[in-house]
């Protein structure tokens, strides 16, 4: 079977869709899963527990890229990628509604990891699949324009999720159109899972509607540089070039990133008494401020390299949980929030595309899947870590603030001086312009011979 030329492929309308609704569905329950967690402990024991709290984020981190090595290189394999896109998105958002179902935290958090292990088989073969209808020299405004689309999703979903949690005729109206099969649970004593039928239900519906029309998107038939080794994480980590230097500089970044992430929540839940409204209101600002550099961040990587943008995101990501330990308000978070989104339009799509630019075509999902897994492993320790010296910080010294604070202000610190590991990765190829060029560009104003003065 002839093989499509990859000259001028771009990304078809059905893949913009399909990334949407997944990211809609995603939206509808991703920013409130913890909240979930602190009221569910609060209305059974009347206190928080930090070690669940970091259990669950480690659950998170780890459950959806533990398999991702295999889901990735068997998609590879058998060359029918959309089949696995589809598998992953039904089953990984059906499982959603099953949350409604947990008893306690430590079931929710074994929900929790069935999910994302299900979910996980959508995440790398979704992006072999997208990769393989782009072409090289348009990747990084292809992903910034996916990425617009999939943001625009998300903060709909988000704020869609907020409002039902302060209309509390929501759950009525969804019981008399869908009948009491659907909704047996009796509240009782457990009423603060009102807030979340809805989100949890309509992230299922999302799920089933995304996955059939994933089916429909044409698949272009991969080429192939040799044989498809499997499983490929132990290759690839131990074979000496740019992708596993890579894997190695991400360690240490991610370690400190995920040293705050049990706390966020903490902070917006107990600190500040945020209602689900204003979580999502804060959620929805970062996504905006991701929607609004995206795709300009995608054009400026395609043209200076994907390594300054990586080195911009993650270096400024520093000051995020530093502005949430001195959170006096609601509106501290939402600047952090928003500095968040700024960070993640930097540099995601750029690792993203660094990923693609050094990986072969074939093995494109197993790259992405190989690395997810490894920074996932970080992520479980990093997050696993902050949520039991957090919890020994509370009982030592009797202060929840205290614990929250240094947590915080720890995971700032060593951001800082991880993002400076950035600095040792290598471009694959040599780009037309510097971001020092950009930014002059910007000034027209600005003579090039200024600075021999």
């Avoid at 928080?48 to 984020?57: D, P, S, V, W």
């Avoid at 509604?97 to 008893?103: E, G, I, R």
């Avoid at 020299?137 to 903060?155: P, Y």
């Avoid at 968040?340 to 093995?363: H, K, L, M, R």
Wanted: aromatic share 14%; with cysteine.
């Amino acid at each position: 079977m002839q093989v499509e030329s990859p000259v001028d492929k771009r990304l078809p309308a059905r893949a913009y869709i399909v990334g949407a609704l997944t990211q809609f569905g995603v939206g509808l329950y991703a920013p409130f899963i913890q909240a979930y967690l602190i009221d569910m402990q609060v209305a059974l024991r009347g206190v928080q527990n930090f070690a669940e709290q970091g259990a669950f984020r480690s659950v998170g981190n780890f459950a959806p890229t533990v398999l991702q090595p295999v889901w990735g290189a068997t998609s590879d394999k058998v060359r029918k990628t959309k089949a696995f896109v589809a598998f992953g998105t039904l089953t990984g958002l059906l499982v959603v509604y099953m949350f409604l179902w947990a008893a306690t935290p430590i079931d929710l958090i074994v929900l929790y990891a069935v999910q994302s292990i299900l979910f996980s088989i959508q995440i790398p073969t979704w992006l072999s699949l997208i990769g393989g209808l782009m072409d090289e020299k348009n990747r990084g405004i292809e992903l910034g324009k996916l990425g617009l689309a999939t943001n625009v999703a998300s903060l709909s979903a988000t704020m869609m999720s907020g409002f039902i949690a302060v209309l509390p005729a929501v759950v009525p109206l969804l019981r008399t159109l869908f009948g009491p099969l659907l909704f047996p649970i009796q509240l009782g004593t457990q009423a603060f899972r009102v807030a979340y039928y809805g989100p949890f239900f309509f992230t299922a519906v999302v799920g089933i509607i995304s996955s059939l029309l994933s089916l429909t998107i044409k698949e272009y038939t991969k080429q192939r540089d040799g044989p498809t080794r499997f499983p490929p994480i132990h290759r690839l980590i131990s074979q000496p070039g740019d992708f596993r230097r890579f894997c190695f500089v991400a360690v240490f970044f991610s370690f400190a990133m995920s040293m705050a992430w049990p706390y966020f929540i903490v902070v917006q839940k107990t600190w500040l008494n945020n209602s689900n409204l204003e979580i999502a209101i804060a959620s929805a600002l970062m996504t905006l401020a991701t929607i609004i550099f995206t795709i300009p961040f995608g054009k400026l990587s395609d043209r200076v390299g994907r390594k300054p943008l990586i080195i911009l995101g993650r270096g400024l990501l520093c000051l995020v949980p530093i502005m949430y330990a001195f959170a006096q308000n609601v509106y501290y978070v939402y600047a952090a929030n928003i500095l968040a989104g700024f960070c993640v339009a930097s540099s995601f799509n750029a690792i993203t595309a660094y990923i693609y630019d050094i990986a072969p075509e074939a093995e494109r999902g197993s790259h992405l899947a190989v690395f997810n897994t490894f920074t996932g492993l970080v992520y479980l320790i990093g997050s696993l870590i902050a949520g039991f010296v957090g919890q020994a910080i509370f009982e030592a010294f009797g202060s929840a603030y205290f614990s929250v604070f240094i947590m915080l202000v720890l995971s700032g610190v060593l951001r800082f001086f991880a993002s400076f590991f950035y600095l040792l990765i290598r471009e694959p190829r040599e780009y037309s312009s510097t971001i020092w060029l950009e930014l002059r560009a910007r000034f027209p104003g600005r003579r090039h011979d200024a600075d021999i003065a």
